[in-house]
């Protein structure tokens, strides 16, 4: 798992990178919660997700927002950082030029600043989700979406109400061309303190699905 540097607008980007295990391999990028709350690329739904991507062959970048770790910069409420994947998806699709695949995955914050990218990336193949704050910014560019998904949300989520992300994967279901998974996890709460184990089985199921549909 080394350790890369990328050079982005606001400076050094830190970023942990585990290559592909071959030439074709696709890619993910991995993208983490809020700055402001203590997020970091070492959160542990981050580090779940990175490693579901891996143990798949992807080649798998996570990296921290400008402003955070030895990530040089300052918070720029999401501007700023989407330029921040933006240039970490380059820094991905260069170093692996022949990849098959490219999915971008988020948890909180780094969903929404992921789906941003999806709508300026329109090579992405798949997304994944993860609580969504689709209650404190506004997801409405999702018009229309590129690519097919999962959305994985606590049904006891105190931070991000349900009813406010199902609000959103009702508008996006009626996209012809995609197919949005929605799971609604009973019991689980935003952060997925107890519920890692729920994760892995409900992202890995899906990628496992999606990959035998369409192989990478």
Not at 84 to 97: E, F, G, R, V
Request: charged share 20%; with cysteine; aromatic share 10%.
């Amino acid at each position: 798992m080394p350790e890369v540097v990328l050079t982005g607008a606001a400076g050094r980007i830190e970023g942990r990178y585990s290559p592909g295990k071959r030439e074709t391999a696709p890619i993910a990028l991995i993208l983490h919660p809020h700055p402001r709350a203590g997020g970091h690329m070492n959160n542990p739904v981050a580090v779940q997700l990175y490693h579901l991507f891996m143990k798949r062959g992807f080649a798998v970048l996570r990296f921290n927002f400008r402003g955070v770790g030895r990530s040089q910069g300052e918070f720029d409420s999401g501007i700023g950082e989407l330029a921040d994947a933006a240039t970490a998806l380059d820094w991905l699709q260069s170093n692996n030029p022949a990849a098959s695949q490219t999915w971008v995955a988020g948890f909180d914050f780094g969903a929404w600043v992921g789906m941003q990218l999806l709508m300026r990336r329109p090579e992405t193949d798949g997304f994944i989700s993860v609580s969504p704050p689709t209650n404190m910014y506004d997801f409405s560019f999702l018009a229309p979406c590129p690519a097919s998904g999962l959305i994985l949300h606590g049904e006891s989520d105190t931070v991000v109400p349900p009813t406010e992300v199902e609000r959103v994967v009702s508008k996006l279901r009626t996209q012809k061309g995609i197919v949005i998974d929605y799971e609604l996890i009973p019991g689980a709460g935003h952060f997925w303190t107890e519920q890692l184990p729920i994760v892995e089985s409900q992202v890995g199921g899906y990628l496992d699905k999606r990959l035998a549909a369409d192989p990478a």
